[in-house]
Nanobody, 124 residues
Framework: QVQLVESGGGWVQTGGSLRLSCAVSGGTFSDYALAWFRQTPGNEREFVAIAASGGAISYAPSVWQRFTISRDDSKNILDLQMNTLKPEDTAVYYC??????????????????WGQGTQVTVSS
């Protein structure tokens, strides 16, 4: 069973930075595509960024050049460095694993495992 545990959420002012981490246990980390999604109340889960196995990376346009996704296959860790944060980045952030490791899936239905989420709040 694959388990994902997020950490690093919190409160920050507009323009500030936060770094989220996702620790993955079980299975073979390097085989998975790993992504970050976010969700606000009453809305669907929204794709943020993905790091596929093999190195391909993709971002949602709304976070392009502000967020950086990275994975460390030796430590089974997925990170998301978030800079120049805006109030509209406020959400619960989730990490997710897709067993189709080379895919760059942006739909949450494509993912097999999810973390419990961590709250990010950006004040104006």
């Amino acid at each position: 069973q694959v388990q994902l545990v997020e950490s690093g959420g919190g409160w920050v002012q507009t323009g500030g930075s936060l770094r989220l981490s996702c620790a993955v246990s079980g299975g073979t980390f390097s085989d998975y595509a790993l992504a970050w999604f976010r969700q606000t109340p009453g809305n669907e889960r929204e794709f943020v960024a993905i790091a596929a196995s093999g190195g391909a990376i993709s971002y949602a346009p709304s976070v392009w050049q502000r967020f950086t996704i990275s994975r460390d296959d030796s430590k089974n860790i997925l990170d998301l460095q978030m800079n120049t944060l805006k109030p509209e980045d406020t959400a619960v952030y989730y990490c997710a694993a897709d067993l189709e490791g080379s895919a760059l899936a942006v739909r949450p239905e494509s993912y097999h495992y999810w973390g419990q989420g961590t709250q990010v709040t950006v004040s104006s």
